[in-house]
């Protein structure tokens, strides 16, 4: 127990500053109970190694655990399947000593080689995980990346219920990777015998276990009687019903039928919802780690003047982009959401202005302005959000062509350094894997994304913030978690002074409720089991 | 009638040869690229590498459709790059719901069509005609999201008559037909009524009547088998129509067909999806079509005799 409450300092550090120690549970929590829960689109896989959608996110996180978890609602890091750890002074090494007794749902007792397992099959490039990358800080990654190794050098077992990991590089985010669903742990035998079904089949230790699965209809999940959180899940089974318009899924719980709809209000339903107390009673806000922006491609003309750059950026009209979503964000002045530990308090940001914009313009040498094509993703309200941008860039005297395209055609867009002078990020846009300001950093705005086929659309690449992030990633001592923390916000104001992007605004959630739902309204906007908490919230009736 | 039948079947073979080979090809010229929907965002340049050569995506586009025709010739569609799942499982699982669909949509059309032009050919010009038709007009147009929404809304939400979409029983079949059966409806009804028309000015319907037969059975054992023959062949095209509006007509109706699954698949540029969905599709159309023509051989000698 020592070990557990002096690293439960650093956790503490590391995530918000909240009680991170025992999570109290509902007092007027029931057990018991059956829920409908819709999504629109089918759930492509429930394997954690793979799955990385909107819908399948928290049903994984439901059905498998990780070493380390979050305390329900919040960004609070707590222990998972490890029931406590240690970090070596310089950081380099972590030990986890697991939870003894946990089963999988196969009814086999978890081990430590579960975990090597595990770790080994995510970062093996034929399982094709697109987390693999996160786990870059273990030593031996990069000749499991290679196909030179085919197990981590640096995860071993050192007893029947230790695992001790060793990274190549510190990494102030090594817990919040291990949190994560990719590095959930998985039964080998089961793994093995289901082979690439095993997402079909899922086994894991968590709360609920896959009972029914009719493909494109419907997914069951049943109570995990045996799991080892006492008393948790308060419910006996979830129902998901998949193949559902947003639309329709609102008027079915309207009706009493369903209980949440997984891709919350339709934007044609927001003002009759809202306008109805007892409809808008139901419904649930929350901030989520997300920001909307432009990126300006800093390798071509003329985007690669930072002050037509700026000027771009005191142009755009934030608040009326955000009614075209009826209302639905707050105005975004800088990469990091306002709820993401590292943001910059205080900062306006570049104020609507689109005089001074003009005057910028004409003084890079464009007071006649320019013709360029905006890429934005075809499917509603993108377009329309990329008229208003239009229409604001036609004020001083820039002219966007608008190029609507798929999603995968957009992104293979920014992809190419000479293809997309901007892009509307909308649909696409970066919402955190963890609450960590560096999340917002590397694939986005570093030199490793600014590559063909990257994500880093504005191919901005500064060699001196690439420094300044892997020295604020290498501080892991808990006492500098605040030193690191101000190296973040300084290099994201670097950013903003060269200005790669137009932050636009940062989306709030709203989901729904049925009457007869319990649980407090953070399980419903959880920023890490999004959509929905599915462990902790109940029925009353 | 048997050499017909192995000359068509021939036919129909090379038909989705040409298909597949289309098909392929623009998928493969699509500016987007699927490894990288694989990889994720925080994938290296090796990683995308590595899934690239995986999947043989690295080869030339020949030797890939070699791969796939190879693979198709033993039955084997491959695995979805995004779930992982054997793309003919995924199929198989939701085929039966889309087919299911597809009837109900065709007695809804055949029913709807039928009636409104035989009604207009025997009220020739008169209000009850033109109405008719401008109703047939609205089918035609109107789009298959908007009237799928508001059947929704007024028989399932306000009225309760049906449920408010799913799977599973005869009424969750009646407001998706209806849906998708309206369009086909207006076609059928303009068919109908110059066909109908047409038939009705013959001399064996002049004679039918001049032997003194009732009005209903003139029209009805007569008339009726003579104008609904153009109207079967244009069913098995049908079946390609509806593949179209079936992806829209199951979103709204939370229908777990192939649509469904053709649209996410497209999104996320899921190659083994969609080239499985486009080839089931085609073989739909080509039975269909096949069909169409041998029962309009049965039931019109004249065709049969032409052979």
């Known amino acids: ?71 329900p609602g919040t960004t609070d890091l707590r222990p998972g399947l490890a029931e406590s750890y240690t970090i070596s002074d310089d950081g380099m090494v972590f030990t986890f000593e697991m939870r003894n007794g946990v089963q999988f749902h196969n009814g086999r007792e978890m081990t430590a080689e579960d975990v ?103 997914l069951v999940f049943a109570k995990n009687e045996t799991y080892w959180r006492n008393g948790i899940p308060y419910l006996d089974q979830i129902t998901f019903e998949v193949g559902q318009e947003p639309i329709v899924a609102l008027l079915r719980l309207q009706n009493g039928e369903v209980d949440v709809p997984g891709d919350g209000i339709p934007p044609a339903k927001f003002q009759e919802v809202m306008g109805d107390p007892a409809q808008a009673g139901r419904v649930v806000e929350g901030g989520q780690l997300h920001t909307g922006y432009i990126t300006l491609n800093t390798q071509m003309p003329p985007f690669d003047n930072a002050d037509v750059r700026r000027a771009v950026n005191m142009a755009i009209n934030k608040d009326r982009i955000i009614q075209i979503i009826n209302g639905r964000a707050i105005a975004a002045t800088q990469p990091l959401p306002p709820t993401m530990p590292g943001y910059t308090e205080g900062y306006e940001g570049y104020a609507f202005d689109p005089e001074a914009a003009k005057a910028m313009l004409a003084k890079a040498g464009f007071a006649e302005g320019f013709e360029t094509e905006l890429y934005v993703m075809n499917t509603d309200p993108n377009p329309r959000i990329a008229q208003a941008i239009q229409q604001d860039l036609a004020g001083i005297g820039i002219t966007a062509g608008i190029k609507s395209l798929a999603q995968a055609s957009v992104i293979a867009a920014g992809g190419e350094a000479d293809q997309a002078p901007m892009i509307w990020s909308g649909g696409m846009a970066w919402i955190a894997d963890f609450p960590d300001a560096a999340n917002f950093y590397g694939p986005i705005l570093g030199c490793s994304g600014a590559i063909q086929g990257g994500w880093n659309w504005s191919w901005y690449c500064n060699e001196a913030l690439d420094e300044k992030s892997a020295s ?29 992007w137009v932050p636009v605004f940062n989306e709030q959630r709203y989901t729904m409720k049925s009457p007869r739902m319990g649980g407090k309204d953070a399980l419903y906007v959880d920023p890490v089991s999004i959509p929905v908490n599915y462990d902790y919230v109940f029925v009353t009736d | ?33 699927p490894v990288r929907q694989i990889a994720g965002r925080s994938a290296t340049a090796q990683t995308v590498e590595n899934i690239r050569q995986q999947l043989g995506l690295d080869q030339p586009l020949w030797v890939q459709y070699w791969r796939y025709l190879t693979g198709l010739v033993q039955g084997d569609l491959g695995r979805s790059y995004l779930q992982k799942t054997e793309v003919s499982t995924l199929i198989a699982s939701r085929l039966p719901a889309s087919l299911l669909l597809m009837a109900g949509a065709i007695f809804a059309e055949l029913l709807l069509g039928l009636s409104m032009g035989i009604v207009a050919a025997l009220r020739r010009s008169t209000t009850m005609d033109q109405s008719l038709m401008i109703v047939s ?3 035609v147009s109107a789009p298959q999201f908007v009237v799928g929404l508001l059947l929704l809304y007024v028989f399932a939400v306000q009225l309760g008559w049906f449920p408010i979409g799913g799977y599973g029983t005869f009424s969750h079949l009646v407001l998706p037909s209806i849906t998708l059966g309206i369009l086909g409806s207006g076609w059928y009804s303009r068919m109908m009524r110059s ?19 009732t009005r209903l059975r003139v029209i009805f054992r007569h008339a009726l088998p003579n104008a609904i023959l153009p109207i079967i062949a244009m069913i098995g095209i049908d079946i390609g129509i509806f593949m179209g509006g079936i992806v ?14 053709a649209w996410q698949a497209i999104q996320r540029v899921d190659i083994p999806i969609i080239m499985g969905v486009t080839l089931v599709s085609a073989i739909a159309i080509v039975i269909g079509n096949l069909l169409a023509d041998l029962i309009s051989l049965m039931v019109d000698p004249r065709i049969r005799t032409e052979l």
């Open chain 1, 1 to 71: 127990m020592k070990n557990f409450f002096a690293t439960t300092a650093i956790a503490l550090c590391f995530a918000l500053p909240a009680g991170a120690e025992d999570y109290q549970p509902d007092p007027n929590a029931k057990s018991g109970g059956n829920i409908v829960v819709t999504y629109k689109d089918d759930v492509a896989t429930l394997d954690p190694a793979i799955g990385y959608d909107w819908q399948n996110w928290s049903m994984i996180k439901s059905l498998f655990d990780g070493l380390m978890d979050y305390d």
């Open chain 1, 116 to 218: 090597v397992y595990s770790f080994n099959r995510v970062t093996n490039p034929t399982t094709q995980s697109p987390g693999a990358g996160f786990f870059w800080s273990i030593k031996g990654y990069d000749a499991m990346a290679s196909g030179e190794a085919d197990a981590l050098e640096g995860v071993t077992v050192e007893g029947p219920s230790t695992v001790r990991i060793e990274l190549s590089r510190p990494d102030a985010t090594f817990l919040h990777v291990m949190a994560l669903n990719f590095a959930s742990v998985v039964p080998r035998e089961a793994v093995e015998a289901s082979g690439d079904d095993f997402g079909k089949n899922p086994v894991g230790t968590g709360a609920f276990s896959l009972a029914e699965w009719t493909i494109g209809q419907r």
């Open chain 1, 472 to 500: 604020a990633d290498a501080i892991v001592d808990p006492a500098r978690a605040g030193e690191r923390l101000e190296m973040w916000s300084e290099i994201y104001m670097t950013i903003m002074e060269d200005a790669p």
């Open chain 2, 1 to 33: 009638m048997i050499g017909y039948f192995l000359r068509r079947l021939v036919q129909s073979l090379l038909i989705l040869l040409g298909v597949s080979i289309i098909t392929f090809v623009l998928l493969y010229w699509l500016p987007a690229d």
């Open chain 2, 137 to 139: 007009f609205i089918g």
């Open chain 2, 195 to 213: 066909s109908m028309i047409e038939v009705l000015r013959q001399d064996y319907v002049r004679t039918a009547r001049a032997k003194g037969l």
């Open chain 2, 248 to 261: 829209v007509v199951e979103s709204v109706f939370g229908w777990p067909g192939i649509g469904q699954l």
